[in-house]
């Protein structure tokens, strides 16, 4: 171009062809601009304070709900202590990570290498978990209205639904049947609970050379035909043993 000059799309000076300089154009600069990149200051220790109270408030109400109004057969009292704990240290990283999008994604990469040997076998668990996760991240992030509105909203859900369930009578059952395998056979354990059961789907079938042992999925029964099959397999079976149980609190259900 005339004048020995080269133009960056902007037309600002690049490179002399003359001087041999480098200049760098503002537009050039685009790591310092980029949106998300640019550091924050971490928020005031009285800011800190107050998030950290509010998450240990809301997540003290979510506990208490959780004792009170759970369904899981687990210690609910031991997992609701839990819970305020891991709302206030969700609120205290929040709040560090914040300030720095690249400790953030260092943060992410040491959190993506842990492991817990401990399996959660009940949704109900994950779901407050999760509760006390989002307080803790609303929380941290210095949202404090959105997060006690949301925070309530889903507890209102959560008492109304089970309001609404409290009366509701499950319709299935597990039944098992355990009894020596020279006073029974599968067909005989199989017609007789049919007999009384409007439908039943053999879930497991287990054999050995003294035990037989079957698990049927079954409809409910009223009450009355239930002590009926009851009574029907005692006197069938003097040497079994017998159990109903609801699918959801089943073992490994």
């Known amino acids: 171009l005339p004048g020995g000059q080269y133009y960056w799309p902007a037309r600002q000076p690049c490179v002399s ?14 790591v310092d601009n980029l949106p998300g990149l640019t550091t924050s200051a ?26 009170r109004y759970g369904t899981s057969l687990s ?22 990570i914040q300030s720095s999008p690249l400790l953030a994604l260092g ?23 999760f509760i006390a996760l989002a307080i803790g991240v609303g929380m941290g992030a ?20 089970t309001l609404l369930t409290s009366g509701v009578v499950k319709n299935n059952l597990y039944l098992t049947i355990s009894t020596p395998t020279s006073d029974s056979s599968f067909a005989e354990i199989n017609q007789l609970v049919l007999k009384y059961a409007k439908s039943a789907g053999l879930y497991r079938l287990n054999h050995s050379v003294s035990t037989l042992q079957a698990t049927y999925l079954i409809t409910r029964p009223d009450e009355k035909t239930l002590t009926a099959l009851m009574d029907d397999l005692s006197i069938q079976f003097p040497n079994g043993e017998f159990s109903f149980v609801e699918p959801d609190h089943a073992p490994g259900g």
């Open 17 to 30: 062809a003359y001087s041999g300089r480098f200049s760098v154009p503002e537009e050039a600069r685009f």
């Open 42 to 67: 971490f928020p005031s220790l009285t800011t800190l304070a107050i998030n950290l109270s509010l998450s240990a408030l809301l997540a003290g109400l979510v506990a208490w709900f959780y004792t």
């Open 75 to 96: 210690n609910r009292v031991h997992l609701a202590q839990t819970l305020p704990v891991l709302a206030l240290i969700t609120t205290f990283v929040m709040s560090t």
């Open 107 to 129: 943060m992410m990469g040491a959190l993506s290498i842990i492991r817990f040997r401990t399996a959660i076998k009940e949704q109900e668990e994950l779901l407050y978990l």
């Open 142 to 161: 210095g949202q404090r209205w959105p997060t006690v509105l949301a925070i309530l909203v889903i507890l209102g859900y959560l008492f109304i639904r």
